[in-house]
Nanobody, 120 residues
């Protein structure tokens, strides 16, 4: 089994920075892409950013210039640096990873989510 554990969420004021972390653990052979999604109440879950094992980063157009994703392969951890967040960034942020487990099977995994609330 694989677990993704997020941390770093909370209540911040608009303009305050925060950094989300997501650590993967379990029966992992390799991790391909890792990324962050978010879901606001009543809305669909949307991609925020993703990064491959070789460091290729993707941001949807709507997210470019807003946040910064990074990854530490040795720690099996992905980060999301949120600079100058806005109230509209309030959402439940989910970590996602495509993991090949020791049995050789590649699967998509999700964390439990960490709440980010940005007050104005």
């Amino acid at each position: 089994q694989v677990q993704l554990v997020e941390s770093g969420g909370g209540l911040v004021q608009a303009g305050e920075s925060l950094r989300l972390s997501c650590a993967a653990s379990g029966s992992i052979r390799s991790i391909d892409s890792m990324g962050w999604y978010r879901q606001a109440p009543g809305k669909q879950r949307d991609l925020v950013a993703s990064v491959t094992v070789v460091g290729t980063i993707y941001y949807p157009d709507s997210m470019k210039g807003r946040f910064t994703i990074s990854r530490d392969n040795a720690k099996k951890t992905v980060y999301l640096q949120m600079n100058s967040p806005k109230p509209e960034d309030t959402a439940l942020y989910y970590c996602n990873a495509v993991v090949t487990t020791v049995d050789g099977i590649s699967r998509n995994y999700w964390g439990q989510g960490t709440q980010v609330t940005v007050s104005s």
